[in-house]
Structures are given as C-alpha cells and as structure tokens.
C-alpha cells in the first residue's frame, strides 16, 4: 500500500500557466501549456511546443499538487531545440516570495520520497 502511495507522488503533475512580460511593462496575454521536466527553489526546466526566446520574462502561475499557485516571474536562460519539434527550456526564478519558495522547497522533499 505504502508503495503506491509514493509512486503516485512521484507522477504529480504541475501546471504552469506562462504570460509574456514585455519590456514597456505590457503583458501579452499568451498562456502557453508547458510539461515541467523538473522545478527547484530556483528555477524551472519544461517542455514545450512553443518556441519562446532566451532572455524573455514570464509571469508564471505554477500549481502545484495541493493545488496552491505560485506565482513567480522566470526569465528564459536556455533553449534547445529537441528531434521531435518540442523545445526544451531552462528558467530561473527572478521574482518569488519566500511564503512560494518554501512551497516548492516542500514539493520537492515529498517528490523525492
């Protein structure tokens, strides 16, 4: 039973929902649907159809598996174009309250159990 319990964990889905922040300060309202590879306190690794630019800022809506949002500004620091048309992208935290860190601290240690 226990077994199940933490193999269920580990499939926890996170959703994030991305909103471009230009550099006027003017929101464009393109919410992009990404698979979350990994997430620390730090930053944030996902996967996309989207091709989105190194250097471009995002206000992201991070929902984690207790359904809490997080909310953080990511700037985009790496893309890679993968073989099968999806990108790969490596975003760091750049705005984020220590109330959302410690949130995604906690995800982390019961994503590793």
């Keep these: 039973m226990e077994e199940k319990r933490k193999h269920k964990r580990l499939d926890l889905d996170v959703n994030v929902q991305l909103e471009r922040l230009d550099e006027d300060g003017i929101t464009t309202l393109k919410y992009i649907h990404v ?21 471009t800022y995002y206000d992201t809506k991070i929902q984690i598996w207790t359904k809490e949002v997080v909310d953080a500004v990511i700037e985009i620091v790496r893309r890679e174009k993968k073989e ?25 240690i019961f994503n590793d159990l």
């Design 35 to 55: 698979d979350v590879t990994d997430i620390s306190r730090s930053g944030i690794g996902f996967k996309s159809q989207q091709e989105l630019d190194t250097g």
């Design 84 to 108: 099968d048309g999806t990108y790969s992208y490596g975003g760091i935290f750049i705005g984020m309250t220590d109330t959302d860190a410690l949130k995604i601290d906690i995800y982390q």
